[in-house]
């Protein structure tokens, strides 16, 4: 079993940044492939980033170039910088692992979830 649990999230200013992260517990945190999915008001939750516990990284193509995904495993921790944040990129963002070291985009193939932190971006 896997606990996470996201913080980080807030408001802020189209253009602007933040950094959400996910602190995970429960089991060896280094043979998890993480990702990060949002969901904004009415819409279904979407992938956003993936990495796996080799670093192979993914990102949907509406964030590339703005958002990086990282890992320390010494801290079991993973985060998600957000920066030329867009009204757009609002929703509540949820941290998902999956045991499994192949990077997967859909929600179904995660095993675990966070209960969500809220990034709220305004124009």
């Known amino acids: 079993q896997v606990q996470l649990v996201e913080s980080g999230g807030g408001l802020v200013q189209a253009g602007g940044s933040l950094r959400v992260s996910c602190v995970a517990s429960?089991?060896?945190?280094?043979?998890?492939?993480m990702g990060w999915f949002r969901q904004a008001p009415g819409q279904e939750r979407e992938f956003v980033a993936a990495?796996?516990?080799?670093?192979?990284?993914y990102y949907t193509d509406s964030v590339k170039g703005r958002f990086t995904i990282s890992r320390d495993n010494a801290k079991n921790t993973l985060y998600l910088q957000m920066n030329s944040l867009k009204p757009e990129d609002t929703a509540v963002y949820y941290c998902?692992?999956?045991?499994?070291?192949?990077?997967?985009?859909?929600?179904?193939?995660?095993?675990?979830w966070g209960q969500g932190t809220q990034v709220t971006v305004s124009s």
């Open positions: 990495i796996s516990w080799a670093a192979n990284i």
């Open positions: 998902a692992a999956r045991a499994s070291p192949v990077v997967k985009k859909i929600t179904t193939d995660y095993d675990y």
């Open positions: 429960g089991r060896t945190f280094s043979g998890l492939t």
